[in-house]
């Protein structure tokens, strides 16, 4: 986890979607919204879920793992930066490659974008776009000790199981209490995994 | 844009809100990588009552380009869709900015000079008011209107005009919640600031969709539940909000006073009632008492169509806590009893003891974003400026005294705004002024409200887009955006906020404020409306509140900037403002005492049967607002709900998607069904943004409250069919000559519903 960094809640989130709205309005990508939001309950409930860039940790993210151009940089302070324009060949490897389905290709332009922390908000001491409008504080920015002053008790992971695959974030997720003992399986919720379970 | 700001206790703070640099304390050239002269100009939202702070960026050359959040008391920097995308309408391809004239209305409109069509308008009012009298012309206002205006509308209309059909939208809005705190408390405001909602210790929510109409409000909501707060929702959908609650009560629409008659019923009995604070500060208990004795949890339980132990649960939950809040909104409010389900929730706060004290009493949660100051400065038929009332001798010789008048010159007391619709049909209103309104949109029973407008021999509609009202009128005269003039607006605490220009309207746009004094000289009023500006208006406004309830005399455009807002009533500029009302446990009334009122359930107006056999209920999409005039134009609202859709319980039988056509006594429109459990079963759910043949108002029924004349959105009996096909979202009008904004268009013709009632998932679109 990234010292400051974004803490997704979802049981705050109130699916309104002001994220996406404020995303298109970042100055380095203006129009074009990088955040995700699902509503996972469809039909059910109005549940609803932000999708930021994770910001994988260990050992490398893994889009920039499988990026053949080595486009995807990763910066000093532990953001996974977009592709670099000059070197991106839109090829999608990273698409296929990220667990948690944030990186698109943007088809006219052959390009990948995806969500870099709002980089530039960010290294001038200003929060992300989404986390700064966000009306519930399910996208918050800020140090987890900063989130748990506001939250007493709170627990957040960044740890999340793919198979026997674990990956570390530097974005980290609010989860129910009994939920923090063990990485959170990501994708489908799946306990077992060709025979391994993988809680 | 070094303001002197006034620290904040950071316990007041809402969630996440406390260690944010506010972008206006930067530099705007240190970080925007290719903006060069920019500067950003403090402001608020345009839309709900939150009334959010946020800046506009505005680039060299003077034009509004964008947005920035802002550090603002009230919001903290949150801003939800419609505020982040607000600013798009400023330089919007589809502005009117010439004014618009025709014959009639078979005619297309043609461009004249703002002279032409101002005699023209002037000659029509004279007209109109010699041969059939002067309550023939009626004038309708609005409640998005900075307060200057909402004052200046009621001055015109009993000055210029001397009309006494003056009224205004927040009819449809906040006049239920108004009639009743004014019956109890003797004042129409809420109770308390939003920030006692983070120190409350139970928080009851009724008829109130937080989670998309006030969103920014969610994080006072959270922020109390992070401190240990229960939540309880009282809605028959499943909510953003409810979603979460400790108590969630889907109550059948129309059915509200009974639950909450139960919940006093067993406060009661178990004893839970704060019979010291009653004794000492309440009238009328014993009435109430006896009246709710006949409620017990099982008529409710039958009557609601809920489980009887959830009102036991609400009583103790909410009369156990230690200090309790309660807010209401619409849902409660928008019935033919939507008094007195008002009534009955005050007198749950008042029989528990919850007035006056941080996080204890009740608060208002206005739809628009001057609702609050919209309805107290004497655009309401049956009020004059500072909250004075129209029938009051002492106040008609007060208000007189100031605008210079004769007494005998003011016209006497109006009907309510779909009354006027009726009285259009009848032929008793032949001409009418509509400023900052959409009733062909937001009226019920639309067949009715076409009818009675396509009768008037005279229409002339103030607006800044063609909205689907404006297209049916005679003239259309295009004014402001709220960025381009300054002026005050009240938020749902009372709390008044100051909006600043931040860039000069398009040529051939003027200020509302313009329009009227222009129109009033040509009446022969000019003297009366000499005014230069909002600033002006605000000089008098003052003066005319000065020792009234609604008092605005200490408050100046310069302490609202220094402050971020004062709340009223504030009698001297030394004044600190009023956040809390009741901390001495007085109300308004010469007793000081709250006049308790007892409250009988009766069925909603428009009956069942076997033929309709639902309940058909309306409501707010997050992505738009009321009557869509604005939203309906912005791309990313757009692409978030495109279209309106009918939301089904799994058991009616029908699939995702399937066009479904909702039938009500009045009419039939077929929409997509977003199929989900979040709903009743025997309730059915329509959002009302969008015009005719896609408006819900096609369906619902124009029934009133005999007290607030409110109409009945919230419950009409409906039933469900088949049908082939949806019906076609009809685009916004635009004015002659000007083509459709293509890329907001292009969703229209999408026949699918949203994901959730929010709108559709960014992997769900095209």
């Not at chain 1, 918050?140 to 740890?159: A, H, I, K, N, S």
Request: one cysteine or more.
């Amino acid at each position: 986890m990234m010292g400051r960094t974004i803490f997704i809640d979802p049981g705050r989130c109130i699916g309104c979607q002001a994220c996406v709205s404020a995303c298109r309005e970042c100055d380095s990508h203006r129009g074009k919204s990088l955040i995700h939001l699902d509503y996972p309950q469809e039909g059910q409930s109005v549940a609803a879920l932000p999708t930021v860039c994770m910001h994988c940790e260990d050992p490398v993210a893994p889009c920039a793992e499988v990026c053949p151009a080595d486009a995807i940089l990763v910066t000093a302070d532990g953001v996974v930066q977009e592709a670099d324009t000059t070197r991106c060949i839109g090829c999608a490897n990273c698409v296929n490659a990220c667990p948690f389905g944030v990186p698109k290709i943007d088809v006219t332009a052959k390009l990948q974008f995806k969500c870099n922390l709002c980089y530039d908000r960010t290294s001038y001491g200003l929060a992300p776009m989404c986390a700064t409008v966000c009306p519930t504080g399910a996208l918050f920015y800020g140090t987890v000790e900063e989130l748990r002053e506001e939250r007493p008790g709170v627990q957040v992971v960044d740890e999340f199981t793919f198979g026997r695959s674990t990956v570390r974030t530097g974005v980290a997720m609010v989860v129910p209490a009994e939920r923090a003992r063990w990485p959170v399986p990501g994708g489908l919720p799946v306990v077992e995994v060709n025979g391994v379970d993988v809680r | 844009m070094n303001r002197p700001t006034i620290p904040l206790d950071p316990t007041q703070a809402p969630p996440g809100a406390q260690s944010f640099r506010d972008a206006g304390g930067i530099p705007a050239d240190r970080w925007h990588a290719d903006q060069r002269g920019e500067t950003l100009v403090p402001t608020h939202c345009c839309f709900c009552g939150v009334q959010c702070g946020m800046y506009l960026r505005v680039n060299e050359a003077g034009k509004v380009f964008g947005m920035e959040p802002r550090n603002h008391d009230i919001n903290r920097m949150r801003l939800c869709p419609k505020g982040v995308n607000a600013y798009q309408q400023i330089n919007h391809p589809e502005r009117l900015t010439a004014p618009l004239i025709r014959g009639s209305r078979d005619e297309p409109f043609r461009e004249v000079s703002w002279d032409e069509a101002l005699d023209f308008t002037a000659a029509e009012m004279r007209r109109i008011q010699e041969s059939h009298g002067r309550d023939a012309f009626g004038m309708l206002g609005g409640a998005s209107l900075f307060t200057e205006k909402t004052y200046l509308v009621g001055k015109f209309a009993r000055v210029a005009l001397r009309t006494r059909h003056l009224d205004y939208n927040g009819r449809l809005c906040m006049v239920s919640a108004a009639a009743a705190n004014k019956a109890v408390f003797g004042v129409d405001r809420a109770g308390n600031p939003f920030s006692d909602m983070l120190v409350t210790d139970c928080l009851l929510v009724a008829g109130g969709n937080i989670g998309e109409c006030f969103p920014v409000l969610t994080q006072y909501v959270w922020g109390g539940r992070d401190r240990g707060a229960k939540l309880i929702i009282v809605d028959p959908r499943e909510t953003a909000i409810a979603r979460t609650a400790d108590i969630h009560v889907a109550l059948r629409p129309g059915t509200d006073s009974a639950f909450f008659n139960a919940v006093l019923h067993v406060v009661i009995e178990e004893g839970l009632v704060d019979e010291e604070f009653v004794a000492a500060h309440a009238t009328g208990w014993d009435d109430v008492v006896r009246c709710v004795r006949e409620y017990p949890p099982s008529r409710a339980a039958e009557i609601c169509g809920i489980p009887e132990s959830q009102v036991y649960e609400v009583a103790r939950m909410f009369a156990g806590a230690g200090n309790a809040m309660a807010c209401h909104a619409r849902g409660i409010e928008h019935q033919t009893q939507g008094v007195e389900n008002c009534l009955s929730v005050v007198n749950l706060i008042v029989a528990t003891g919850n007035v006056g004290r941080p996080g204890a009493g009740y608060g208002t949660l206005t739809g628009q974003g001057n609702g609050q100051g919209g309805r107290e400065h004497g655009q309401k038929s049956d009020m004059l400026p500072g909250g004075r009332d129209l029938k009051n001798p002492e106040h008609r010789r007060q208000i007189c005294e100031i605008w210079g008048i004769d007494e005998a010159e003011l016209p006497g007391v109006g009907t309510s705004m779909m009354e006027m619709v009726w009285q259009m049909q009848r032929g008793e209103i032949r001409g009418l002024l509509g400023v900052c309104n959409n009733p062909l949109v937001s009226l019920p029973n639309h067949r009715a409200v076409k009818d009675g407008y396509n009768r008037l021999e005279f229409h002339v509609q103030l607006d800044f887009f063609l909205s689907e009202t404006a297209a049916n009128a005679h003239v259309v005269l295009p004014v402001t955006v709220w960025a381009e003039d300054e002026g005050v607006t009240a938020n749902a605490e009372a709390r008044v906020v100051k909006h600043n220009k931040a860039q000069d309207p398009p040529p051939g746009v003027r200020t509302d404020t313009w329009v009227l004094c222009e129109l009033a000289r040509r009446l022969g009023a000019g003297d009366k409306f000499a005014f230069g500006g909002s600033r002006d208006v605000f000089e008098e406004l003052r003066v005319a509140t000065a020792g009234a309830l609604v008092d605005y005399s200490g408050i100046t455009y310069e302490r609202l900037e220094e402050t971020g807002g004062i709340c009223w009533p504030c009698p001297s500029t030394d004044h600190p403002g009023t956040p809390r009302l009741f901390e001495d446990l007085r109300t308004y009334h010469p007793d000081g005492k709250m006049h308790l009122q007892t409250v009988e359930w009766h069925p909603p107006a428009d009956v069942y049967t076997a033929d309709y056999p639902l309940t058909l209920t309306t409501g707010r999409t997050v992505a738009h607002f009321l009557s869509g005039t604005q939203t309906r134009r912005l791309g990313g609202l757009v692409e978030q709900t495109p279209r309106p859709w009918v939301e089904i319980h799994p058991s009616q039988g029908f699939r995702n998607g399937d066009p479904v056509r909702v039938v009500t006594r009045r009419g039939s429109v077929v929409l997509p069904a977003l199929v989900t459990e979040a709903i009743r079963p025997d309730t059915v759910f329509v959002p009302y943004h969008w015009p005719a043949p896609t408006a819900a108002n096609v369906l619902t029924v124009d029934a009133l409250d005999p007290r607030s004349r409110i109409p009945e959105y919230k419950v009409a009996a409906a039933r469900l069919e088949l049908a082939e096909h949806v019906d076609e979202v009809p685009a916004p009008p635009v004015p002659p000559g000007r083509a459709h904004y293509e890329e907001v268009q292009a969703a229209l013709s999408d026949p699918l519903p949203p994901s959730a009632s929010q709108g559709r998932g960014t992997a769900e679109r095209s």
